[in-house]
């Protein structure tokens, strides 16, 4: 089998873990706020934290539509902004294009 037929099952793997992760993560925020020990104290926060830039970062994952490659050591993640349910304008807001002087 070639690298071509296993993408669109890899394609759906990833965005079935990316969901589970999500899920995961907004269920432990509460679990951490009301169930942790008061002694964890500064702790707590940061796995709030963690947890809430996890959910985020999924977010971003699942409108964004990264592709991944890696060549050696090198490890490159790249958005297509045809595959990208986000507009074009912001994408190249968030990119600073904007800022650029021709």
Do not use: H
């Not at 089998?1 to 759906?12: A, H, Q, S």
């Not at 992760?21 to 951490?32: F, K, Q, R, Y």
């Not at 169930?35 to 977010?59: R, T, V």
């Amino acid at each position: 089998m070639t690298r071509y037929t296993w993408l669109p099952i890899f394609n759906k793997i990833q965005k079935g873990c990316t969901c589970f992760g999500m899920t995961v993560n907004a269920l432990l925020v509460p679990l951490i706020i009301f169930k942790s020990p008061k002694d964890l104290d500064l702790y707590k926060y940061m796995m709030i934290y963690i947890a809430c830039f996890e959910i985020f970062f999924g977010c971003v994952e699942l409108l964004t539509i990264p592709d991944f490659f890696t060549k050696g050591s090198s490890f490159f993640v790249m958005v297509d902004p045809r595959k990208t349910i986000i507009p074009q304008g912001w994408i190249q807001s968030a990119d600073c294009k904007d800022l650029l002087v021709d």
